[in-house]
Structure formats: structure tokens, C-alpha cells
């Protein structure tokens, strides 16, 4: 079965500076999906990037980004130039395209940022 | 586009009660997964439904069950609620889901608590 690892539970950055969160994942799938989920305090959740693993290049969106090494199952996100709208929960997640993995995504435990002004 | 809605947004019920919420998909959005999520367990996959059929399914009691309707409206029903279903309940659409990589867009969750 996979399973997805965040193993900081808590974070904290300054504001307009630059933070890096952690995951992991097992799996013995070679095709699969990973993600990063915002959930803010207002509880809805929001994608905020996503990498297929057959594609070697990192995905970034605006001042997110990843640092995805499938040797290693790592899968890292990356906030520059941190904002105050940043702090909320972020999970990391898995969904595979075969199996009984597809179609349903694997959350980790998530990390919360807070964004110190 | 309206996003995804989920009623009700609150729910308070007791042991041995049932319940179901609902949930409606982004127009045009064929699959709706839901989700359970408890501080302890973190966020965890109950069933997926695509077309009117149940297409994956997590591992939960029986006690959980879910269905769609031919507008891809989806209900999740928990029978004989137990203290331990005392959640947060998402509900998440996309196009085709399934291994397709499209996107799961969420709604606000109905947040369940049993008494």
C-alpha cells in the first residue's frame, strides 16, 4: 500500500522569506500523481501544485515550487518570498493510476505554516 | 463556475443515529470522491463514485455508504453513528477522475459531530 510521510508537523517562516516542506512517499508503482494541498482555516482545501512522475522537470506555479527526486521518493515544496496568506495546513498527496490507489488521493498527516509578519 | 457545495455545513447528531450529507459537483464534473477527516487519522479516502457507480472504495465499515445521482449529485450515509465519526467530511469533484490526473476541486466539508 502507498503511504505519504511529512514528517515536520509544525512550521514557522518570516514573512517574504523562503521555506521548505518535506515529503515522502513509498510506493512500488512507477506511474503516479503528487500534489500539494493548501487547506487555509476556512477548511477548504485548494490544490496548489502538482507533478506527474514520468515528468523529470519540477513543477512550479508563481512562487511555489518543487523539488521532486523519484529515485528517492521525495517530493519537497518550496514558498518563496513567503506571504501572510501562506500560513494555513499544507498536505502532501499521492494518487496512483493503477490499482487500488487510482482515482483517490493519499493524504500525509499535513504541516502547518505560520507566517511570522 | 460555482464551486463545489456541501450541505449542511453543520451537522450534530447522536450515537446510534444516522446521517446524510450531500454533496454537489462543479457543473459538468462526473466523479466525487469523499474524504474523512479527524485530527487523529488525518484525511482518508471513503469512496469514489463516477457515472452512478461506486468506482473505489477505502477501508471503512460498512456503516459508510454513498451514491450518485444521474446529475452527479452524490450522498454519503453513515448508519449507527458511533462517537468515532465525529468528523470532517469532504467532498471533492473533478471531469473524469480516476487515474484521468484531472484535478480535484473541494468543498467547504459538513463538519459532523456525534454526541
Known amino acids: 500500500a502507498q503511504t505519504v510521510t511529512q514528517s515536520q508537523p509544525e512550521m514557522s517562516v518570516q514573512e517574504a522569506e523562503t521555506v521548505t516542506l518535506s515529503c515522502t512517499y513509498d510506493t512500488s508503482e512507477s506511474d503516479y500523481y503528487l500534489f500539494w494541498y493548501k487547506q487555509p482555516p476556512s477548511r477548504q482545501m485548494i490544490l496548489v501544485i502538482r507533478q506527474e512522475a514520468y515528468k523529470q522537470q519540477n513543477a512550479t506555479e508563481n512562487r511555489f515550487s518543487v523539488n521532486f527526486q523519484k529515485a528517492a521518493k521525495s517530493f519537497s515544496l518550496k514558498i518563496s518570498d513567503s506571504q501572510l496568506g501562506d500560513a494555513a495546513m499544507y498536505f502532501c498527496?499521492?494518487?496512483?493510476?493503477?490499482?487500488?490507489?487510482?482515482?483517490?488521493?493519499?493524504f500525509g498527516k499535513g504541516t502547518k505554516l505560520s507566517v511570522k509578519p | 463556475k460555482a464551486g463545489v457545495t456541501q450541505t449542511p455545513r453543520y451537522l450534530i447528531k447522536t450515537r446510534g443515529q444516522q446521517v446524510t450529507l450531500s454533496c454537489s459537483p462543479i457543473?459538468?464534473?462526473?466523479?466525487v470522491s469523499w474524504y474523512q477527516q479527524t485530527p487523529g487519522q488525518g484525511l482518508q479516502f471513503l469512496f469514489e463514485y463516477f457515472s452512478e457507480t461506486q468506482r473505489n472504495k477505502g477501508n471503512f465499515p460498512g456503516r459508510f455508504s454513498g451514491r450518485q445521482f444521474s446529475n452527479s449529485r452524490s450522498e454519503m450515509n453513515v448508519s449507527t453513528l458511533e462517537l468515532g465519526d465525529s468528523a470532517l467530511y469532504l467532498c471533492?469533484?473533478?471531469?473524469?477522475?480516476?487515474?484521468?490526473?484531472?484535478?480535484?476541486?473541494f468543498g467547504p466539508g459538513t463538519r459532523l459531530t456525534v454526541l
Open positions: 457543473s459538468g464534473h462526473r466523479s
Open positions: 498527496a499521492y494518487r496512483g493510476y493503477y490499482g487500488g490507489s487510482q482515482g483517490n488521493l493519499i
Open positions: 471533492a469533484s473533478s471531469l473524469r477522475g480516476g487515474a484521468s490526473g484531472d484535478e480535484q476541486f
